[in-house]
């Protein structure tokens, strides 16, 4: 980690906030409870007991790993339906297989995403192909689920391919920090990831003892996450580390520190910094369905039930010996 890199930083773009900019406070740091997911692979909830007003639009987050596989040992999810949302899936390091029953799909690696818009519904699978079932190997990434608004909860699937060399790549005037845009914008700057909900994801990577101070959209919410390394948060420098979210109040800029003694593991401090436009609907979530009323949630399980949210189609667009 990371997979998309550049030698020299200070050969991109450089984005700092305005000497003006209003310092958003630290309101919470939260440490994300471990877990499995799919058929047993270990998650990090990272949202978990965050009151839902200081996410939105932002439904749950999972990091995924980073766990180095024995051969035999890599784990994927069952094929499984999802409607009223969206998928994003970010790979750090390893393989990823995806197909899902709108016929998107495909094999995303180090540094790419996936954006599937589940929409009014799909089945879809995600799941190691089988070369690294066979060898091992080591996995890590995230998958954050984006709510949709009650006007766009049924609008057809859509599969968006982000590969880790589209991303927008960014940095501080120091240089000390390697910004990578997914999707949103910074300070400009947009990233690939095409977004019904405004929303901001960058992947920060600081080199130990850096500082960034990033503009940030003053209508947008504002979260970072720690994948890996230690560090602060905050112009008060708020102690935050592996696994933990920072949730920050009103403000127009952003402040991250690393440390300046990272372990041998984690040579730098691993960041995700999320904003969105808070929707302010009301949610009734409940498995992998997101609407906005019990009724809607109930009608959605029925469609499934029913086969009205796909079958599962037969293999195609595969990495040799997928799913």
């Known amino acids: 980690m990371p997979a998309v ?29 471990s877990g499995f997911e799919g058929e047993g692979f270990p998650v990090r909830r990272a949202f978990a007991g965050i009151n839902y007003r200081h996410l939105d639009p932002f439904i749950m987050m999972d990091q995924m790993g980073e766990v180095d596989y024995q051969p035999g040992e890599p784990k994927g999810t069952p094929w499984h339906p999802h409607r009223g949302f969206e998928t994003v899936t970010y790979i750090i390091d390893g393989i ?10 495909g094999t995303i690696t180090n540094g790419d995403t996936q954006w599937m818009t589940a929409g009014s519904g799909l089945l879809h699978i995600e799941a ?10 080591l996995f ?19 599969y968006q391919d ?4 589209n991303v927008q790549l960014l940095t501080t005037p120091d240089g000390g920090a390697l ?9 400009g700057h947009k990233g690939p990831g095409i977004t019904h909900t405004p929303i901001t994801m960058v992947h920060a990577t600081l080199a130990p003892g850096a500082e960034i101070t990033l503009p940030w959209r003053e209508d947008f919410n504002g979260l970072v996450y720690v994948l890996a390394g230690k560090g602060a948060v905050g112009a008060e420098h708020r102690p935050i580390q592996l696994g933990q979210t920072a949730v920050f109040g009103a403000g127009s800029s952003l402040t991250v520190r690393a440390d300046e003694k990272q372990d041998s ?14 929707i302010r609907e009301p949610m009734a979530h409940y498995g992998p369905f997101v609407m906005n009323t019990r009724e809607e949630l109930q009608q959605a399980f029925e469609d499934f039930q029913k086969g009205r949210l796909g079958t599962i189609p037969a293999v195609h667009g595969m990495s040799e010996g997928g799913l």
Request: proline share 11%; hydrophobic share 40%.
């Open 5 to 33: 890199t550049v030698d020299n930083p200070l050969t991109l773009p450089r984005v700092a906030a305005s000497v003006d900019a209003v310092a958003r406070p630290v309101l919470a740091v939260t440490t994300a409870p």
């Open 96 to 105: 990823f297989d995806h197909q899902d029953s709108n016929g998107g799909g």
């Open 128 to 137: 190691p192909p089988e070369a690294l079932v066979m060898s091992g190997g």
């Open 140 to 158: 890590h990434g995230l998958q954050l689920w984006v709510n949709l608004p009650a006007k766009d909860k049924m609008m057809a699937p859509r």
């Open 162 to 165: 982000i590969r880790g060399g």
């Open 179 to 187: 910004l990578r845009v997914i999707a949103g914008e910074l300070d």
């Open 265 to 278: 593991h984690t040579p730098n401090l691993e960041v995700v910094l999320l904003g969105g436009q808070p």
